[in-house]
Structures are given as C-alpha cells and as structure tokens.
C-alpha cells in the first residue's frame, strides 16, 4: 500500500507575524500551535510571551521544534491531529493546520466543553467561508457561543503556494 503524500505549505515569516499580532496573544497565554511544522507561527507567539504547545505529526520536524525552541516556554507534542486533546484550561489556536484535517480539527476546537477562547487558523477558503457562514458540522451547538469570520489571504502567504485560495477563520467565544 502506499503512503499518503502529505502537502505541506508553510506561512511565510511576515504572514506569521501578522497572524499572531492579529490574534492578540497576551504574555502567559496558553496557545496551541496544530501542525507547527519548523515553527513558522511558534518563533512570533513565543515572542508575544505566549506559553505555547507545538503539535506536529512529521517526526523530523518535531525533532527540529525541540531542537530550535528547547529552555523557552514551549511543548512539543508529537501526536496525529485526529488524537488532539485540549487543555482542561482556556486556550486559544493560532495555527496553519494541515489542510486535510480542517473538519476534524474544527470540530474538536467547539466541541461541547472545550475551553477555546479564540483560534485564528489558515484554512483552504472554501472551509473558512462555509464554517464562518454557520454551515459546519454541529452549527446548531456551537453558533450559540461563538463567532466565526474570515479573512482572505493571498498566495504569497504561503510557500510553496497551496493549489487553492486560503483564508484565516477567527473564531471567537461571545462573553469572553
């Protein structure tokens, strides 16, 4: 059988800094990074004093997360995406997560109990528009205690360039 071929588009530097300036990360705060890759998002958020929790599934690259981010506050976890557990704690996501798995880890993300204050994620744009129009799974639940937007993002955020157009989904907990 042969082995899935896995796209992986990283966020260009200036793109994730602005993600994570737009996301306003507070210094303490507990901030998920779901498929961290080399650490494109997890370099400026723990800059911003973010306490941060890398996910990364690719062995090579979690291995250079530990190497490059070792001492400062952050924690690498090795885990498929599908596995993800959240923090007991509120938590917000800042995170470029892989394509393949938006419905997944969305669903996990509001969840009934989760702690989820915030997450801006960069998602294919179709995902983003239908989620942030309330037609993802379990809307009926979760578009009681949060909000969804989108923003377009262009080609040059990414690299190397997805095969589609992306977006940035900001969810927000209403009353937080």
């Known amino acids: 059988m042969a082995q899935p071929r ?5 966020l260009a530097d200036d793109w994730a800094c ?8 507070n210094p303490g705060d507990l901030v998920l990074d779901i498929g961290a890759g080399t650490g494109a998002l997890t370099a400026p958020l723990v800059r911003a004093g973010a306490r941060v929790v890398a996910f990364e599934l690719h062995p090579g690259r979690a ?3 530990r190497a490059r981010f070792g001492g400062q506050a952050v924690t690498v ?9 959240l923090p ?18 969305l669903r996990r993300l509001l969840t009934r109990g989760s702690r989820l204050v915030a997450a801006d994620l960069v998602l294919p ?23 969804l937007a989108y ?6 955020a990414l690299r190397p360039a997805p095969p589609g157009r992306t977006a940035l ?4 907990r209403r009353g937080w």
């Not at 602005?18 to 990360?25: E, F």
């Not at 923003?151 to 040059?156: K, S």
């Not at 989904?169 to 927000?172: D, F, K, N, S």
């Open 6 to 10: 896995w796209g992986w588009h990283q």
């Open 125 to 147: 744009r179709y995902a983003a528009v239908r989620w942030a129009a309330g037609r993802g799974p379990g809307a009926d639940r979760w578009s009681r205690q949060f909000d």
């Open 169 to 172: 989904l900001q969810i927000r």
């Open 151 to 156: 923003v377009g993002l262009p080609h040059t």
């Open 63 to 65: 291995a250079a997360l």
């Open 77 to 85: 976890v090795q885990v498929d995406v599908a596995d993800l557990r």
């Open 88 to 105: 007991r704690r509120p938590f917000r996501v800042v995170a470029n997560p892989p394509f393949a798995l938006t419905t997944a880890v």
């Open 18 to 25: 602005r993600l994570v300036a737009g996301a306003g990360i």
